[in-house]
């Protein structure tokens, strides 16, 4: 497909237990991003990728959130022993550029992975 | 840091009928401004974004925004709503010089009535 993917789209944990989010970019977009929206707010950054590097992680609310893109394409959000606060949508997002150019390009968003912690 | 005001949660208009939704920000400089669109289920969309030159910016879906920096505003307009515009609309504002990190506001719900 030509947009951004994400999966699953809707996933529930027990507190606890371990998840791991998907998404899938544009193809050829150097640029990745990471969100967590919560009920009735707008998306908040966590994370940011340019290739496979992550270049900046200073959303991630604990050490128990960790993203890797390790080939530059695919990434993957993992949140360990998950809380009730967790609970959200978590949206990707891509763009064409890296850093440099990043704030100027269009963010093709994700329909997200609303994941909800019992 | 900068921050972002949708001083409505929701507005309601009737479908044919123009429509006004406001976003303030706060930040020392000119920043970068977005509006996005997200329908039920879906991921954002962008409908306009703002850096610089003219203050009157024209987006997709008819959409249109003007920054009036007097008034740290940046709202975002249509002269005539239709139903498919029903949807969650966020402004987010991204730091001027080098960030490339958007702080979104908490959304404005529109509601249209037929």
């Known amino acids: 497909g030509a947009g951004v993917s994400q999966s699953p789209r809707y996933k529930v944990a027990k507190r606890g237990q371990d998840v791991a989010l998907r998404c899938d970019p544009i193809?050829?977009?150097?640029?990745l991003f990471w969100y967590q929206q919560a009920l009735g707010q707008g998306p908040e950054f966590l994370t940011y990728?340019?290739?496979?590097?992550?270049?900046?992680k200073s959303g991630l609310p604990s050490d128990r959130f960790f993203a890797e893109r390790p080939e530059g394409s695919v990434s993957t959000l993992k949140i360990q022993r998950t809380q009730q606060e967790d609970s959200a949508v978590y949206l990707c997002?891509?763009?064409?550029?890296?850093?440099?150019?990043?704030?100027?390009?269009?963010?093709?968003f994700g329909p997200g992975t609303r994941l909800t912690v019992l | 840091a900068q921050s972002v005001t949708q001083p409505d949660i929701h507005i309601t208009v009737s479908e044919g009928a123009s429509l006004e939704l406001r976003c303030n920000y706060s930040?020392?400089?000119?920043?970068?401004l977005f509006w996005y669109v997200q329908s039920p289920g879906q991921g954002l969309q962008l409908l306009l974004k703002?850096?610089?030159?003219?203050?009157l910016v024209q987006g997709i879906k008819g959409f249109e925004a003007e920054f009036k920096r007097s008034q740290s505003s940046f709202n975002l307009r249509k002269p005539s709503v239709h139903w498919s515009d029903a949807a969650e609309y966020f402004c987010?504002?991204?730091?001027?010089?080098?960030?490339?990190?958007?702080?979104f506001g908490r959304g404005t719900s529109l509601i249209v009535h037929p």
């Open positions: 997002a891509s763009s064409l550029r890296g850093l440099a150019g990043t704030f100027a390009d269009t963010q093709y």
């Open positions: 193809s050829g977009h150097v640029s």
């Open positions: 990728f340019q290739n496979e590097a992550q270049l900046d």
């Open positions: 930040y020392g400089a000119t920043p970068y």
């Open positions: 703002y850096f610089s030159g003219d203050t």
């Open positions: 987010a504002v991204v730091a001027s010089g080098g960030s490339y990190i958007p702080t």
